[in-house]
């Protein structure tokens, strides 16, 4: 079992839906990050949260400590944010190396107009 | 445009071969990553350089050898390599690394093929 769980892996809305993506792990962690993966590869960071709620423009990402998850949400969502969207712990451990995050497989999302 | 740029973008190499793949951040951060992403499975980390030293290599076979001359600049040196290292290889930095939590920049990434 992987220690970062998203769910769901794929998921298809029409322009306008409001998105909920989930995130579970395992393990105790000192910040979590949400990003965004577009076709042809490359990677952009979204959000990096260690406790509450962030929001930056239609994107909106929660965390809760103490139940291990977290959601990102997208509000009037638009065929532009088609991609896979992953979540990424990094991992609380004392001594370890903390550069080193765990990823989720990743949520692929497509949004039709 | 994340200040990681990643060359080549695309790469077709022979087991034979001998290729290096190169990445370079603007956003003078300290510690670089090689990361390797194949389809269907999560990002695999490969290696981590802080302040150029060479902090993590994450069991991967020597027919991969990275090189960091300094902190802007990262190399993965390919030899004799097999068709399932076929993948995106990403290529990321961030300011520093251990206690506490560093954002992470990504490359746009080379898209390797090995026939």
């Known amino acids: 079992k992987n220690e970062v769980e998203q769910s769901p892996q794929n998921l298809t809305a029409q322009e306008g839906e409001f998105i909920t993506i989930n995130c579970s792990y395992s393990?105790?962690?000192?910040?979590l990050h949400w990003l965004q993966q577009h076709p042809g590869g490359g990677i952009v960071s979204l959000f990096m949260?260690?406790?509450g709620k962030k929001k930056h423009g239609r994107l909106i990402a929660t965390i809760n400590i103490q139940e291990k998850h977290s959601s990102l949400h997208i509000t009037a969502s638009h065929p532009r944010d088609s991609a896979v969207y992953i979540c990424?712990?990094?991992?609380?451990?004392?001594?370890?190396?903390?550069?080193?995050?765990?990823f989720g497989k990743g949520t692929k999302l497509s949004v039709k107009p | 445009e994340t200040g990681v740029t990643q060359t080549p973008r695309h790469l077709v190499m022979g087991m034979t071969n001998k290729k290096s793949l190169k990445c370079e951040q603007h956003?003078?951060?300290?510690?670089m990553y090689w990361y390797k992403q194949s389809a269907k499975k999560p990002l695999e980390l490969m290696f981590v350089?802080?302040?150029?030293?060479?902090?993590e290599n994450n069991s991967v076979p020597s027919r991969f050898s990275p090189e960091c001359p300094n902190s802007s600049h990262l190399f993965l040196h390919l030899h004799t390599l097999q068709p399932e290292d076929s993948a995106l290889y990403l290529c990321?930095?961030?300011?520093?690394?251990?206690?506490?939590?560093?954002?992470?920049?990504f490359g746009p990434g080379t898209r390797l093929t090995v026939t």
């Open positions: 990321a930095s961030s300011q520093g690394v251990g206690i506490g939590s560093y954002e992470q920049y």
């Open positions: 393990v105790g962690i000192s910040a």
């Open positions: 949260l260690s406790s």
């Open positions: 990424a712990v990094q991992p609380s451990i004392y001594g370890g190396s903390q550069g080193n995050l765990i």
């Open positions: 956003l003078g951060h300290n510690a």
């Open positions: 350089y802080n302040f150029k030293e060479q902090t």
